[in-house]
């Protein structure tokens, strides 16, 4: 049933295939509430742990939710994430909203990463709703200690650009779709060994189509294999992951899962975490999967890519604002990474020069949820030094970045109104051959439409400021979220980035503002298995950057999602 014979170029044939998807799926997302033995970690629920609402609860969206604990259109409770509606692991109140506090990325039904799911629940049959259950708990022993739990995804996605990159790289008017199909395995030997595994392919095709490489077109390979070793250690819950995996113990607006491509990030190396009821910490050291081969089962280990550091987490005791309890986290960290791709540069009058940058990031975000009052606060400081290619000489990098949002959902209302102010300040610098570089760098991905679901403008030398509205009616059926992002320069003396590496324009460009981009997302949660996400957006130039060389265009995206 997986789409991975399916393309739509035009938008008639991609609401045909939901059509039809849709009647053969069937099983609407309005399981039913079966209840669980609390895991070793999770406490006894107490008065404080819940969100108490003034008529309603919120909206369920979570069969796969975004990540970003702000503006989530889903129930937060740790009650209401538990089997069968939600599939988090045993983390007790790290579980709360979309369980990235736990730190294996956002797990509703569906998580981020497949392996993050919990489906241990089904070992009794007479829990199984859906048909694919029987999928997601294969007992291989009598005493149902041992199991297999299958996974699959299948995406297609369609995008156009009228002037792609603001008209500097592309094709205008140009028109593209991919596709991508996941499929793997979870073998559980008791509770302390399993091993994890998945493939990945992946196609891309359109009119004037633009910029395929090994992250669009992708044959049958080895996406992530690892093995887990668990254990309860010193009161905690411990494990050790060992190989080729998926790595989300980050804020998503500093690194994510390479989403807009077909082929998502995956690392090789090792991952170390340890859970206690109020505190967790992890640490790790990886290199980046090479995925240029054109050969099936040729992915390698890119060793001059390297991200290490280490990660706490911590619950902070509830308070309250305005009668309203509040539950929040408080992460502190260091990443490190090294790379030398296109976003490892310095840009100057006469040309672009090309380097290896290591970075460190220490930072902080802190994060929580009442009823009414939702927000997320972090800051970082990035330093570290750029090696120009070909010579021994450095300069030191001295970068920073400051990220904000913060809302308000009146729960009461049948349409669950989010109304919400995100800020974002990336430093910038006029870099050149000597001195320090302070442009803030993010090579991996932030989560795409964290700040512009265009991704024309990268975060770096960029002061962003955005309303942020969404509704969700109809029960999480549907959820619509529109954004406004206003861009200026950090620094006017400094580049404009792009996702790939500082623009350059036929004539110079003076002033600091660079455009609004006004956009709009609706996700529809057709079923338990499909998701159909619509973007659509507008990038509008100023007139100083139109007189520069660039140009405004318009931009749509549409996402089918088939999961099990």
Same mark, same amino acid.
């Given at each position: 049933?997986?789409?991975?014979?399916?393309?739509?170029?035009? &938008?008639?044939?991609?609401?045909?295939?939901?059509?039809?998807?849709?009647?053969?799926?069937?099983?609407?997302?309005?399981?039913?509430?079966?209840?669980?033995?609390?895991?070793?970690?999770?406490?006894?629920?107490?008065?404080?742990?819940?969100?108490?609402?003034?008529?309603?609860?919120?909206?369920?969206?979570?069969?796969?939710?975004?990540?970003?604990?702000?503006?989530?259109?889903?129930?937060?409770?740790?009650?209401? !994430?538990?089997?069968?509606?939600?599939?988090?692991?045993?983390?007790?109140?790290?579980?709360?909203? !979309?369980? &990235?506090?736990?730190?294996?990325?956002?797990?509703?039904?569906?998580?981020?990463?497949?392996?993050?799911?919990?489906?241990?629940?089904?070992?009794?049959?007479?829990?199984?709703?859906?048909?694919?259950?029987?999928?997601?708990?294969?007992?291989? !022993?009598?005493?149902?200690?041992?199991?297999?739990?299958?996974?699959?995804?299948?995406?297609?996605?369609?995008?156009?650009?009228?002037?792609?990159?603001?008209?500097?790289?592309?094709?205008?008017?140009?028109?593209?779709?991919?596709?991508?199909?996941?499929?793997?395995?979870?073998?559980?030997?008791?509770?302390?060994?399993?091993?994890?595994?998945?493939?990945?392919?992946?196609?891309?095709?359109?009119?004037?189509?633009?910029?395929?490489?090994?992250?669009?077109?992708?044959?049958?390979?080895?996406?992530?294999?690892?093995?887990?070793?668990?254990?309860?250690?010193?009161?905690?819950?411990?494990?050790?992951?060992?190989?080729?995996?998926?790595?989300?113990?980050?804020?998503?607006?500093?690194?994510?899962?390479?989403?807009?491509?077909?082929?998502?990030?995956?690392?090789?190396?090792?991952?170390?975490?340890?859970?206690?009821?109020?505190?967790?910490?992890?640490?790790?050291?990886?290199?980046?999967?090479?995925?240029?081969?054109?050969?099936?089962?040729? !992915?390698?280990?890119?060793?001059?890519?390297?991200?290490?550091?280490?990660?706490?987490?911590?619950?902070?005791?509830?308070?309250?604002?305005?009668?309203?309890?509040?539950?929040?986290?408080?992460?502190?960290?260091?990443?490190?990474?090294?790379?030398?791709?296109?976003?490892?540069?310095?840009?100057?009058?006469?040309?672009?020069?090309?380097?290896?940058?290591?970075?460190?990031?220490?930072?902080?975000?802190?994060?929580?949820?009442?009823?009414?009052?939702?927000?997320?606060?972090?800051?970082?400081?990035?330093?570290?030094?750029?090696?120009?290619?070909?010579?021994?000489?450095?300069?030191?990098?001295?970068?920073?970045?400051?990220?904000?949002?913060?809302?308000?959902?009146?729960?009461?209302?049948?349409?669950?109104?989010?109304?919400?102010?995100?800020?974002?300040?990336?430093?910038?610098?006029?870099?050149?051959?000597?001195?320090?570089?302070?442009?803030?760098?993010?090579?991996?991905?932030?989560?795409?439409?964290?700040?512009?679901?265009?991704?024309?403008?990268?975060?770096?030398?960029?002061?962003?400021?955005?309303?942020?509205?969404?509704?969700?009616?109809?029960?999480?059926?549907?959820?619509?979220?529109?954004?406004?992002?206003?861009?200026?320069?950090?620094?006017?003396?400094?580049?404009?980035?792009?996702?790939?590496?500082?623009?350059?324009?036929?004539?110079?460009?003076?002033?600091?503002?660079?455009?609004?981009?006004?956009?709009?997302?609706?996700?529809?949660?057709?079923?338990?298995?499909?998701?159909?996400?619509?973007?659509?957006?507008?990038?509008?130039?100023?007139?100083?950057?139109?007189?520069?060389?660039?140009?405004?265009?318009?931009?749509?995206?549409?996402?089918?999602?088939?999961?099990?």
């Amino acid at each position: 049933m997986l789409l991975s014979v399916v393309s739509f170029r035009h &938008e008639r044939s991609l609401i045909a295939g939901v059509l039809l998807l849709t009647v053969n799926l069937g099983h609407h997302a309005g399981a039913q509430t079966v209840p669980l033995k609390a895991s070793p970690i999770e406490s006894p629920p107490t008065e404080e742990e819940w969100i108490k609402v003034p008529s309603t609860e919120r909206p369920i969206i979570q069969d796969y939710p975004h990540a970003g604990v702000v503006g989530q259109p889903r129930r937060i409770t740790a009650k209401q !994430n538990r089997a069968p509606n939600g599939h988090q692991g045993p983390w007790g109140d790290f579980n709360y909203g !979309n369980g &990235e506090a736990a730190g294996f990325g956002p797990v509703g039904r569906y998580g981020a990463a497949a392996w993050a799911e919990d489906w241990s629940y089904l070992r009794d049959k007479s829990k199984r709703t859906d048909f694919f259950d029987p999928l997601k708990f294969i007992a291989l !022993n009598n005493s149902r200690t041992i199991w297999l739990t299958l996974s699959g995804e299948s995406r297609l996605r369609n995008w156009y650009e009228e002037a792609p990159f603001l008209g500097r790289s592309g094709k205008a008017q140009s028109g593209r779709f991919g596709i991508r199909n996941l499929i793997g395995a979870d073998l559980h030997l008791g509770e302390h060994v399993r091993f994890f595994g998945q493939l990945i392919n992946a196609d891309a095709g359109g009119w004037k189509g633009f910029g395929y490489g090994s992250t669009y077109r992708k044959r049958l390979d080895l996406q992530q294999g690892f093995v887990e070793l668990k254990a309860k250690v010193a009161g905690a819950q411990t494990g050790f992951m060992f190989g080729r995996q998926q790595f989300l113990d980050a804020p998503s607006y500093m690194l994510y899962n390479r989403e807009t491509p077909n082929v998502p990030l995956s690392w090789n190396g090792g991952r170390f975490y340890a859970l206690w009821p109020r505190i967790r910490v992890d640490a790790y050291d990886f290199v980046q999967t090479k995925t240029d081969s054109p050969l099936m089962f040729h !992915n390698t280990e890119d060793y001059g890519t390297r991200l290490y550091g280490g990660n706490t987490t911590m619950i902070v005791p509830a308070f309250s604002v305005g009668g309203e309890r509040v539950h929040s986290f408080l992460d502190l960290f260091y990443i490190r990474y090294r790379y030398s791709s296109g976003l490892s540069a310095v840009p100057t009058a006469a040309r672009v020069l090309k380097g290896t940058s290591s970075r460190g990031n220490l930072g902080f975000r802190w994060y929580g949820t009442s009823a009414s009052v939702e927000y997320s606060v972090g800051a970082l400081y990035q330093n570290g030094t750029f090696q120009y290619a070909g010579t021994e000489r450095k300069s030191s990098v001295r970068a920073w970045a400051v990220n904000t949002i913060i809302g308000y959902r009146h729960t009461p209302s049948p349409l669950h109104p989010f109304l919400g102010v995100q800020a974002d300040i990336y430093s910038g610098g006029s870099d050149g051959q000597n001195g320090t570089v302070r442009t803030y760098m993010a090579p991996f991905n932030p989560q795409t439409n964290y700040l512009d679901t265009t991704t024309y403008i990268s975060p770096s030398n960029l002061v962003s400021l955005s309303p942020v509205v969404s509704i969700t009616p109809w029960k999480g059926f549907a959820s619509l979220r529109l954004k406004a992002p206003f861009m200026w320069r950090e620094n006017a003396n400094g580049a404009i980035w792009s996702s790939s590496g500082p623009y350059t324009f036929a004539h110079a460009y003076r002033g600091g503002y660079v455009g609004v981009v006004p956009q709009a997302s609706l996700t529809l949660q057709i079923n338990h298995h499909l998701t159909w996400q619509i973007y659509g957006a507008r990038f509008m130039a100023s007139q100083s950057l139109r007189k520069a060389g660039a140009q405004s265009g318009s931009y749509a995206q549409s996402n089918v999602t088939f999961r099990f």
